[in-house]
């Protein structure tokens, strides 16, 4: 079984990386992009029957900074 | 003064924090392998040190702050043992849930290296005394992850405990409301980006320094 973790920045953190993405994609002539925002996905092979409270525990205690961050924890078959 | 400086795999500061504690208060530091489930007995200070451990993997701190000794630190700090961590030891602790925060990007995106001016506001902790309270003094900072963030609650309930120690005289990367250097609740944890360990001696250019050190062994006296 696989799960993807999405971690992203809460809203209202400032994502300098997010703004100078957007930065660039604008010097290539890409208009329209009213904001970006950055963030990181992280595969986990697990075990069969790994409980969703063991992934929770995991996104809460190491994959995401609860003061700056939300995860979204996405099944994969 | 009884202390530790502890090595990480990344740690590029902790000969030069070691160095300067001994230096300023005649007492080597013992150094600590990051991979130590006990500290030594009786310290009084436990220096978490600047660089890059683990490569900044995940997050700058975030693997450091989980590893064998910080579970000690912890223990240590919760029974009033001083902690000091600087730059990467700042990240370490608020990742480690020592000190509230965290530590982002630089707003401007750049590494920032250079000397910069730093208000003391907190003059009373064991890491301050020997400052004066609104006095400017210069330290310099190197990272590329300082840009300190708290929810509005947070911020406002550390300045009116008396949390934030220093703040950045000058903007040097987007920290909310220019915040250097925060202590615990109790006044016995400090984390801060700027480096006071690399100017401690006259050929350092600087040596403001050097008042934290010496302050850090005068509490000691006074506590003994």
Excluded at chain 1, 20 to 33: D, K
Excluded at chain 2, 100 to 106: D, E
Aim: proline share 4%.
């Amino acid at each position: 079984m696989k799960a993807r973790i999405h971690v992203t920045l809460k809203d209202g953190v400032l994502d300098p990386q997010g703004r100078a993405i957007h930065h660039a994609l604008e010097g290539l002539g890409f208009g329209g992009v009213e904001d970006v925002r950055a963030g990181r996905l992280i595969e986990l092979t697990l075990a069969d029957g790994t409980n969703d409270e063991d992934i929770d525990a995991m996104c809460r205690k190491l994959l995401a900074n609860m003061v700056i961050e939300n995860y979204r924890v996405e099944k994969v078959a | 003064m009884k202390s530790a400086v502890i090595t990480f795999p990344g740690s590029n500061c902790d000969r030069d924090l070691a160095v300067a504690i001994e230096r300023v208060t005649g007492h080597a530091p013992i150094r600590l392998w990051h991979g130590e489930q006990s500290l030594p007995e009786g310290l009084d200070l436990i220096g978490v040190p600047g660089g890059f451990s683990y490569g900044d993997y995940l997050r700058s701190g975030a693997m450091a702050a989980r590893s064998p000794v910080i579970g000690a630190v912890v223990e240590a700090a919760e029974r009033g043992v001083a902690v000091l961590g600087i730059c990467n030891g700042f990240q370490i602790l608020t990742e480690a849930g020592l000190l509230p925060g965290a530590l982002m990007r630089n707003a401007g995106i750049r590494f920032v290296c250079r000397t910069v001016g730093l208000k003391v506001e907190n003059a009373s902790s064991r890491f301050t005394s020997l400052y004066e309270a609104g006095e400017t003094i210069r330290i310099p900072v190197a990272h590329h992850d300082g840009n300190y963030f708290a929810d509005d609650a947070t911020l406002d309930r550390i300045e009116g405990e008396g949390q934030v120690a220093f703040r950045y005289a000058e903007p040097v990367n987007g920290s909310a409301r220019d915040i250097a250097g925060v202590l615990n609740a109790k006044g016995n944890v400090l984390g801060m980006m700027p480096h006071p360990e690399r100017v401690v001696e006259s050929q350092h250019g600087h040596t403001d320094g050097a008042r934290m050190f010496e302050g850090l062994a005068r509490s000691v006296l006074e506590r003994a």
